[in-house]
């Protein structure tokens, strides 16, 4: 079964620290996904990447950076957090190949970050 | 660039009821996907049913089923005999025929779809 794993659930941090949070899946696919999660405002993708040290920029890419240095491997950097930043972000991966109805894109638990 | 709307914010249903969640988008592009997620309050996102815009015929999940209006940029989707468990969050998304960054999903705001006794 498809399985893509959050490093945490929660995470609290402080101001203007340096903050990973780690995606891991199992299934040898292509994409992978970060998305931010706000009430009222839906999922949101912060970056994307589609092979290995491949990434591109969504919609709210700043404040943020990622890193892919295997397939099944997928992290997100927020280089100094900021209070704003205090969300739920979600990790999403697909394969590439393939007819798109066909490979949907199959989600994480999420990870709550606290920003103080 | 592409824009998804869900007007509903809450919704309620009672339970064995029918229920429909609205969902209109905004396109330029002729092919696109178009989907229903879950998200329960274990968070885990699940894919509830997905519709190629190309296909009339309105795609059905057992209990699930969607009113895909394509002229009219609209794409509900309908619970039948609901259900306890059906109570979440229902995100509809939309997602480009093209690959590269355009294979993003692009996200409603969401309808948060309670379920009485």
């Known amino acids: 079964d498809v399985k893509v794993t959050q490093s945490s659930r929660y995470l609290v941090k402080r101001t203007g620290e340096k903050v990973f949070l780690e995606c891991v899946q199992d299934?040898?696919?292509?994409?992978m996904f970060w998305y931010r999660q706000d009430p009222g405002l839906g999922l949101r993708l912060i970056y994307f990447?589609?092979?290995?040290?491949?990434?591109e920029k969504g919609d709210i890419p700043e404040g943020y950076s990622v890193s892919r240095e295997k397939k099944e491997r997928f992290s997100l950097i927020l280089e100094s957090a900021s209070t704003n930043q205090t969300s739920m972000y979600l990790c999403?991966?697909?394969?590439?190949?393939?007819?798109?109805?066909?490979?949907?894109?199959?989600f994480g638990d999420g990870t709550r970050l606290s920003i103080l | 660039a592409q824009t998804v709307t869900q007007s509903q914010p809450e919704m309620s249903v009672q339970e064995a009821e029918t229920v429909t969640l609205s969902c209109t988008y905004d396109?330029?592009?002729?092919?696109?996907?178009l989907f229903w997620y879950k998200q329960p309050p274990s968070r885990q996102m699940i894919l509830v049913i997905r519709?190629?815009?190309?296909?009339?015929q309105n795609a059905t999940e057992n209990r699930f089923s969607v009113n895909f209006q394509k002229a009219a940029k609209s794409f509900s989707l309908k619970i039948s005999d609901s259900q306890l468990g059906d109570a979440a969050m229902y995100f509809c998304?939309?997602?480009?025929?093209?690959?590269?960054?355009?294979?993003?999903?692009?996200f409603g705001t969401g309808t948060r779809l309670q379920v009485m006794l």
């Open positions: 999403a991966s697909s394969l590439r190949r393939g007819r798109p109805v066909e490979q949907p894109q199959h």
């Open positions: 299934m040898d696919h292509e994409n």
């Open positions: 990447s589609y092979d290995v040290k491949m990434k």
């Open positions: 396109t330029s592009e002729s092919d696109y996907y």
């Open positions: 519709q190629e815009a190309y296909k009339q």
């Open positions: 998304a939309y997602r480009s025929y093209l690959t590269g960054t355009a294979s993003k999903l692009t």
